[in-house]
């Protein structure tokens, strides 16, 4: 049971942090405010992730691997567009 209630907070905490990215994203689009995307920030980022998916796959389970291929993905993503940095 207390699982169920775990995971009906997190979805309506998700649910809630998708509507204020929509509407912040549809205030920037009415003002033509344009943002550059920090590609540096992205392979920071797989960094931290692929460290962090080593420990916990390691610690806990295998369940956490999706990490590794995620921040790898960041990696490769900063690392292809590194003459944006």
């Given amino acids: 049971m207390n699982f169920l209630i775990i995971s009906l907070i997190l979805l309506g905490l998700a649910i809630v942090a998708a509507v204020i990215l929509v509407f912040i994203k549809m205030k920037k689009r009415k003002t033509g405010e344009v943002q550059k995307t920090n590609y540096q ?34 990696m490769l993503i900063g690392w292809k567009n590194q003459d944006k940095w």
């Fill in 41 to 74: 920030a992205f392979f920071i980022m797989g960094i931290s992730f692929v460290g962090l998916g080593v420990v916990l796959t390691a610690i806990i389970n295998l369940g956490f691997i999706g990490f590794i291929a995620l921040g790898i993905i960041y």
